[in-house]
């Protein structure tokens, strides 16, 4: 990760961070200003996909209640105004935004799901098949048997390393502690692309693929971001979000190292914002610890949750309130950040 999220704190410099917002401590680089409570213009923006290829964004933050799924589904949703193509992922095992999209019956459906695409070489280019239409983005949702995802790439993860030498186990041996991981379904150093194999299967084409990640670090944390690159963060503006900030840098850091990646900085969503003196610190130490990236606010709205109820964005839900704003902002960071010159035009 880009700035903070390739940094490696040491017990010092974490103390450091948590006095961040009152000092002039800062992750300097001359790359790119982006557009952000900050201000500005974004310039000298670096293109992060191939021509032809969807945009990848993992929503991430493995501490819960900060409204990731929420971000999500905005983001999501700002993305489609805008004119964009947008393919959600719903890489939760409990499902949150596949229920934030009105999809719950989905999460209930049989076999092949997204379970199978991810854990079964048989079903890798099953996804096409899991894809549901959502009249603001086409929906890849979760299922009851990704709660076995974990487990299953956990496996997957670890007969890989066996068959490189890596682990003393037999692959073997290790793959029947599975349900569908097999040694000759794995294959390279490593088992952290198994969602990467399953989006390039897909025979749709996308502007965007957002993936909402688990509310925990794991494999299948992993695998999201690694088929992503990017993150987006959402966080608090509380105290508590100080340690869910350096445990994301110690994830990706390792992540980095395994799969000899590099993990890029969207920006960040400051959630639930309200008007208090720790909110404000917060957002303080927010601008200085992701000095190089956006950080948006998103204030605390009722409308959001009753969107979410209804089963889509606040763009379609009451596009009058006043975050649809935020999140359009969020959408055109990321059109420059990925090279994307214009909106398309929309038809009225």
């Given at each position: 990760?880009?700035?903070?999220?390739?940094?490696?704190?040491?017990?010092?410099?974490?103390?450091?961070l948590r006095r961040a917002a009152a000092t002039d401590f800062r992750f300097d680089s001359p790359e790119r200003i982006f557009i952000s409570r900050k201000g500005g213009v974004a310039s000298n923006v670096v293109t992060r996909r191939d021509a032809g290829v969807p945009a990848r964004v993992c929503v991430t933050n493995a501490k819960g209640g900060t409204g990731k799924t929420t971000?999500?589904?905005?983001?999501?949703?700002?993305?489609?105004?805008?004119?964009?193509?947008?393919?959600?992922?719903?890489?939760?095992?409990?499902?949150?935004?596949?229920?934030?999209?009105?999809?719950?019956?989905?999460?209930?459906?049989?076999?092949?799901?997204?379970?199978?695409?991810?854990?079964?070489?048989?079903?890798?280019?099953?996804?096409?098949?899991?894809?549901?239409?959502?009249?603001?983005?086409?929906?890849?949702?979760?299922?009851?048997?990704?709660?076995?995802?974990?487990?299953?790439?956990?496996?997957?993860?670890?007969?890989?390393?066996?068959?490189?030498?890596?682990?003393?186990?037999?692959?073997?041996?290790?793959?029947?502690?599975?349900?569908?991981?097999?040694?000759?379904?794995?294959?390279?150093?490593?088992?952290?692309?198994?969602?990467?194999?399953?989006?390039?299967?897909?025979?749709?084409?996308?502007?965007?693929?957002?993936?909402?990640?688990?509310?925990?670090?794991?494999?299948?944390?992993?695998?999201?971001?690694?088929?992503?690159?990017?993150?987006?963060?959402?966080?608090?503006?509380?105290?508590?979000?100080?340690?869910?900030?350096?445990?994301?840098?110690?994830?990706?850091?390792?992540?980095?190292?395994?799969?000899?990646?590099?993990?890029?900085?969207?920006?960040?969503?400051?959630?639930?914002?309200?008007t208090t003196r720790e909110d404000e610190e917060m957002l303080a130490w927010f601008d200085a610890v992701f000095a190089d990236d956006p950080v948006w606010e998103v204030r605390k709205r009722v409308a959001?949750?009753?969107?979410?109820?209804?089963?889509?964005?606040?763009?379609?839900?009451?596009?009058?309130?006043?975050?649809?704003?935020?999140?359009?902002?969020?959408?055109?960071?990321?059109?420059?950040?990925?090279?994307?010159?214009?909106?398309?035009?929309?038809?009225?």
């Open positions: 990760m880009r700035a903070a999220m390739r940094w490696a704190p040491t017990a010092g410099e974490r103390s450091r971000v999500a589904i905005n983001v999501a949703g700002a993305l489609n105004r805008r004119g964009r193509d947008v393919l959600l992922v719903d890489l939760d095992p409990q499902g949150n935004a596949t229920e934030g999209l009105g999809l719950q019956e989905a999460y209930d459906a049989a076999p092949p799901t997204l379970f199978d695409a991810l854990t079964d070489r048989c079903h890798r280019e099953a996804l096409d098949d899991v894809v549901i239409s959502h009249p603001e983005m086409d929906v890849v949702p979760s299922n009851i048997d990704m709660l076995g995802a974990e487990r299953e790439l956990t496996v997957a993860d670890l007969v890989a390393r066996a068959k490189a030498g890596g682990v003393a186990a037999d692959p073997t041996a290790l793959s029947e502690l599975a349900v569908n991981v097999t040694p000759d379904g794995v294959s390279g150093p490593h088992a952290l692309d198994a969602l990467d194999r399953a989006l390039v299967g897909l025979d749709r084409e996308y502007d965007y693929v957002v993936v909402d990640s688990p509310p925990f670090y794991g494999k299948l944390t992993d695998t999201g971001i690694y088929a992503a690159r990017n993150v987006l963060v959402p966080a608090l503006a509380e105290a508590t979000s100080e340690r869910a900030v350096e445990l994301l840098v110690d994830q990706v850091t390792a992540l980095e190292a395994q799969a000899d990646i590099a993990v890029e900085t969207l920006g960040v969503v400051a959630n639930r914002v309200e959001l949750q009753r969107a979410f109820s209804a089963g889509e964005s606040l763009f379609e839900y009451d596009d009058s309130v006043d975050m649809t704003e935020v999140f359009l902002d969020v959408a055109t960071s990321l059109d420059e950040q990925f090279g994307f010159a214009h909106p398309p035009e929309i038809p009225t």
